[in-house]
């Protein structure tokens, strides 16, 4: 029965990476469709019905393509490092909670920490191994901008584990059948959202892959199937991070047809701000995180912590 078990899991798990590799292929078309009609275009229209196949297309062409290796690149970290960041996107999906067959986190919240600071190392590993100054030099303003954001991330995050006093992501809907979490901190969970943004390496804070100065940044010197794994890890994390807002901020897992419109409507949001902002300058972006961001994240920890000992 055990055995039965563990297949059963291994099997839940690989049809969860097939969704989200799925999920990923449509979330890059819903975008490139959004910024076509925000720009007055019409964004891929030829492959398939309406243009529905062009992610698959490009996979494939992606997957098929030559890829290059330059000669002063350290050549196993520079090979390796778009796997393990692929990996690490994948293993964080591990923690969405499920009612049955598949692994419940009692810890799930420290996991999911854990998994994003070691996504940190991909990107600066990627930069540096490529031995190109532009690479390197996105390298080390993701590996910057993503440790800066890391903490007040984490802060918000313990203002609402105060509030349950769990770290499991199913308690979230056990605590936000009466009233949403987001209208309870509407402050937090907007600081949350932008700092997601500058998590996953997205306009308005998308300095690692800066084109206008550092000609694609930390991944300039990948191509092919190298390059379609960074691609699919950030894409992979936004649509992790939405998933995450919406468990925490609106209302938690349900297995109903509104936990998937509210999923949509936040990765719509993160589409929406790349088509509408422009790049911020890198020292406002710094001052955002640590002098906006941080003693925001702190007056409501410490707000949310007397408020749960006035209640105990």
């Given at each position: 029965?055990?055995?039965?078990?563990?297949?059963m899991i291994l099997i839940g798990l690989l049809?969860?990476?097939?969704?989200?590799?799925?999920?990923?292929?449509?979330?890059?078309?819903?975008?490139?469709?959004?910024?076509?009609?925000?720009?007055?275009?019409?964004?891929?229209?030829?492959?398939?019905?309406?243009?529905?196949?062009?992610?698959?297309?490009?996979?494939?062409?992606?997957?098929?393509?030559?890829?290059?290796?330059?000669?002063?690149?350290?050549?196993?970290?520079?090979?390796?490092?778009?796997?393990?960041?692929?990996?690490?996107?994948?293993?964080?999906?591990?923690?969405?909670?499920?009612?049955?067959?598949?692994?419940?986190?009692?810890?799930?919240l420290l996991f999911f920490l854990c998994v994003t600071?070691?996504?940190?190392?991909?990107?600066?590993?990627?930069?540096?191994?490529?031995?190109?100054?532009?690479?390197?030099?996105?390298?080390?303003?993701?590996?910057?901008?993503?440790?800066?954001?890391?903490?007040?991330?984490?802060?918000?995050?313990?203002?609402?584990?105060?509030?349950?006093?769990?770290?499991?992501?199913?308690?979230?809907?056990?605590?936000?059948?009466?009233?949403?979490?987001?209208?309870?901190?509407?402050?937090?969970?907007?600081?949350?959202?932008?700092?997601?943004?500058?998590?996953?390496?997205?306009?308005?804070?998308?300095?690692?892959?800066?084109?206008?100065?550092?000609?694609?940044?930390?991944?300039?010197?990948?191509?092919?199937?190298?390059?379609?794994?960074?691609?699919?890890?950030?894409?992979?994390?936004?649509?992790?991070?939405?998933?995450?807002?919406?468990?925490?901020?609106?209302?938690?897992?349900?297995?109903?047809?509104?936990?998937?419109?509210?999923?949509?409507?936040?990765?719509?949001?993160?589409?929406?701000?790349?088509?509408?902002?422009?790049?911020?300058?890198?020292?406002?972006?710094?001052?955002?995180?640590?002098?906006?961001?941080?003693?925001?994240?702190?007056?409501?920890?410490?707000?949310?912590?007397?408020?749960?000992?006035?209640?105990?």
């Amino acid at each position: 029965m055990f055995i039965i078990d563990i297949y059963m899991i291994l099997i839940g798990l690989l049809i969860l990476i097939v969704g989200i590799l799925v999920g990923v292929a449509f979330l890059v078309l819903f975008e490139r469709k959004i910024l076509g009609y925000i720009q007055f275009r019409k964004g891929p229209n030829k492959v398939g019905l309406v243009g529905i196949l062009q992610s698959f297309s490009d996979a494939i062409k992606l997957f098929t393509k030559e890829s290059t290796y330059p000669n002063f690149s350290n050549y196993l970290s520079y090979y390796f490092s778009p796997i393990i960041s692929f990996i690490l996107s994948l293993i964080i999906w591990l923690l969405i909670p499920y009612y049955f067959n598949l692994i419940s986190f009692n810890l799930g919240l420290l996991f999911f920490l854990c998994v994003t600071s070691m996504g940190v190392y991909t990107v600066m590993i990627a930069g540096w191994s490529s031995n190109s100054n532009y690479a390197l030099l996105g390298g080390l303003r993701a590996v910057a901008q993503t440790i800066s954001y890391e903490v007040s991330l984490a802060l918000i995050l313990m203002s609402s584990i105060i509030l349950i006093m769990d770290f499991n992501l199913m308690s979230f809907s056990l605590y936000q059948n009466i009233i949403w979490f987001v209208l309870m901190m509407i402050p937090l969970s907007l600081c949350w959202m932008s700092s997601s943004l500058a998590e996953t390496n997205r306009t308005p804070f998308d300095f690692a892959e800066g084109e206008s100065e550092l000609v694609s940044g930390f991944n300039i010197e990948y191509s092919g199937g190298g390059f379609a794994l960074i691609f699919l890890a950030e894409y992979s994390s936004i649509l992790f991070m939405s998933l995450l807002y919406v468990l925490i901020y609106l209302g938690g897992f349900n297995l109903s047809i509104m936990f998937y419109i509210k999923l949509s409507l936040i990765s719509f949001l993160f589409i929406w701000v790349r088509g509408t902002l422009p790049r911020y300058r890198y020292d406002k972006l710094m001052y955002l995180a640590w002098k906006g961001y941080l003693p925001i994240s702190l007056n409501f920890l410490l707000f949310f912590l007397g408020f749960k000992i006035i209640l105990m």
